[in-house]
C-alpha cells in the first residue's frame, strides 16, 4: 500500500512543532494576561448542535461522521432512492466533526452554567475540521485559538480583544490590520437599500467581496433576488471609508445608528491605548450568521508585508443569542479566533521565526567504545537531571558518523568520551560552531550547558 497524505491535512516535523508551539505559548500568555482561562471540548459534537449555527455556506462545509455498526439499517430508504445526500446524511450521521470551537463553546455554557462565574472568560487552542477546497492558507484540517466572553454586554471586552489581537501579532514580530465592523451597521445598510428581508443573503454576498470583486457582488445580490436600485444603494454606502460619514443615511436609534455608536465606543475605549492597526472597514461582512454586534478580522498589513498573498488571518465577533439555540437565552459573548495555519505559513514565508525556538538538544553525547557509551550514558542522565536536554548516540565508535549525526540535528555541542574521559570522569565538550574543545567535569558541563 502506498502511503498517502489526505487532502488539506498535513504532517508536522520537529521543527514545525517547534514553531507552531510558539505561536501557541505566544498567544496563550497573552490570553492568560487577560484573564482568560482555558477549557476544552471533544472533537465530536452532536450534528444537531453544529447545523443552522454558521448559514448555508458553512453548514455545507460540515464533516459529518456515519453512525456505528450498520449505519444503512436505519437510513431513509427515499432518499437513498433518489440520491438526495442531505436528506440521507440525516438518518445515517448523527454526529460530526466541530467546524469552529464557538459553538461547542455555547453549548459546553449552557451545559456548565452552575458551575462558571459570569461574565466568564474563556480560551481554546484545538483543531477543527471544514470540508473546504484545499488552497494556501485554507485546510480542511487546522487549529484555532480563540478567547471568549460570556456573560456580559459591555464594549470594554471588545476593546480587549482588539488588544490582545495587537499584542500578540506586535510579540510575533508581524505588520497587520485589525478591522472592525458591526453586524448592525449592515442592518443599517439593507434598511436604507430597502432590503431588511434579505439581510442574510445581502451579508453573503459582501462578505465575497475582496474574492470576487464590485461586479462580482452586484451579480451575486442580483442573483439573490436584490433588486438594482437597491444593489446601487449597498455599493454606495460600502464606499465609504470613515462610519461617522453613515450617520446621515441612518435613522437616530435605527439599529444602523446603534451600530455606528458601538463602534465609536469602542475606539474610545482604545483612544490613548497607541494602538495603530485598527480601522473601520464598512465592507466587513463575516459570513457567519451567528454574529449580532461588533465583528473582526484581521490581514497581514501589504504597507510593511507588501509581498504577502493570504487571506484572513483571525477574526471575530459579538454574538448575543448563540446560547439561545441550547436553552439558555439572552446570554450575550464576543470572541475571536486566530488562524493558527495561516500565522504559521506567513511567519515562514517571512522568516520572522526566531532561531531560538527550535527545540534541538543542547549537546550529542558519543563514545569511541562500548565501556565510554556507558559512561556518556551515566554523564548524560547526570546532566538531565538538572533539566538540560541531550541525546546520546546509541553505537559507540566512527566518531566522524555520529559528528554527522550531530550536524544534522544541528545541535551545537559533542560531548565526546573516551577511555581518557572515563578515567578522569570527564568529558571532552566540541563547540560544533567554533571548533573549540574543552576537557569539563560534570558540575562544570553541567554549569556550561545551562
Known amino acids: 500500500m502506498k502511503p498517502q497524505l489526505l487532502k488539506g491535512t498535513r504532517d508536522f516535523l520537529p521543527d514545525h512543532i517547534s514553531k507552531r508551539k510558539y505561536i501557541f505559548d505566544t498567544i496563550e500568555t497573552v490570553f492568560r494576561k487577560y484573564a482568560f482561562a482555558r477549557i476544552e471540548t471533544p472533537a465530536m459534537e452532536a450534528l ?42 440525516l438518518s445515517i450521521a448523527k454526529r460530526g466533526l466541530r467546524y469552529d470551537l464557538t459553538v461547542p463553546f455555547a453549548r459546553f455554557v449552557v451545559l456548565h452554567q452552575n458551575e462558571l462565574v459570569f461574565p466568564f472568560k474563556r480560551y481554546q487552542i484545538q483543531p477543527v475540521w471544514r470540508a473546504d477546497r484545499p488552497q494556501k492558507g485554507r485546510y480542511q484540517e487546522f487549529y484555532q485559538c480563540d478567547a471568549d466572553v ?34 448592525k451597521v449592515l442592518f443599517g445598510i439593507a434598511e436604507a437599500a430597502g432590503i431588511t428581508d434579505k439581510f442574510v443573503d445581502m451579508t453573503v454576498g459582501i462578505d465575497k467581496l475582496d474574492k470576487i470583486g464590485e461586479e462580482g457582488v452586484r451579480k451575486e445580490l442580483a442573483e439573490r433576488g436584490i433588486g438594482s436600485e437597491s444593489v446601487d444603494k449597498i455599493i454606495t454606502l460600502l464606499a465609504i471609508a470613515d462610519y461617522k ?23 474610545g475605549f482604545l483612544g490613548d491605548s497607541g494602538i495603530k492597526d485598527l480601522k473601520f472597514e464598512i465592507t466587513l461582512a463575516r459570513g457567519l450568521s451567528y454574529y449580532t454586534g461588533c465583528i473582526f478580522e484581521v490581514a497581514v498589513d ?65 563514545a569511541f567504545d562500548e565501556a565510554s557509551l556507558v559512561w556518556a550514558f551515566k554523564a548524560a542522565q547526570a546532566v538531565r537531571a538538572e533539566g538540560i536536554d541531550v541525546e546520546v548516540y546509541p553505537d559507540a565508535g566512527k566518531i566522524k558518523k555520529q559528528m554527522k549525526f550531530a550536524n544534522d540535528k544541528g545541535v551545537q555541542y559533542a560531548a565526546i568520551v573516551g577511555d581518557q574521559e572515563v578515567a578522569n570522569k570527564t568529558v571532552a565538550l566540541k563547540d560544533l560552531d567554533t571548533g573549540e574543545q574543552v576537557s569539563l567535569d560534570l558540575e562544570a558541563l553541567i554549569s556550561k550547558l545551562k
Open 48 to 89: 444537531e448542535t453544529l447545523t443552522g449555527k454558521y448559514g448555508e455556506e458553512g453548514d455545507k462545509l460540515l464533516f459529518k461522521i456515519l453512525n456505528n455498526g450498520n449505519f444503512l439499517d436505519k437510513a431513509d430508504a427515499s432518499a437513498l432512492e433518489a440520491k438526495d445526500s442531505q436528506k440521507l446524511a
Open 302 to 366: 501589504k504597507s510593511k508585508h507588501p509581498n504577502v498573498v493570504m487571506g484572513s488571518i483571525g477574526g471575530g465577533g459579538r454574538y448575543d443569542n448563540l446560547t439561545g439555540s441550547f436553552g439558555m437565552p439572552g446570554l450575550s459573548g464576543v470572541g475571536i479566533s486566530f488562524g493558527a495555519e495561516r500565522i504559521y505559513d506567513v511567519l515562514e514565508e517571512l522568516n520572522l521565526f526566531p532561531t531560538e525556538v527550535l527545540e534541538k538538544p543542547r549537546a550529542v553525547f558519543m
Open 150 to 183: 460570556v456573560g456580559s454586554e459591555s464594549l470594554l471586552y471588545e476593546a480587549e480583544l482588539v488588544s490582545i489581537y495587537h499584542e500578540v501579532f506586535a510579540k510575533l514580530g508581524l505588520g497587520v490590520e485589525i478591522k472592525i465592523n458591526n453586524r
Open 245 to 267: 460619514q453613515l450617520r446621515e443615511h441612518f435613522a437616530e436609534g435605527s439599529e444602523g445608528w446603534k451600530g455606528l455608536q458601538e463602534i465609536e465606543q469602542v475606539f
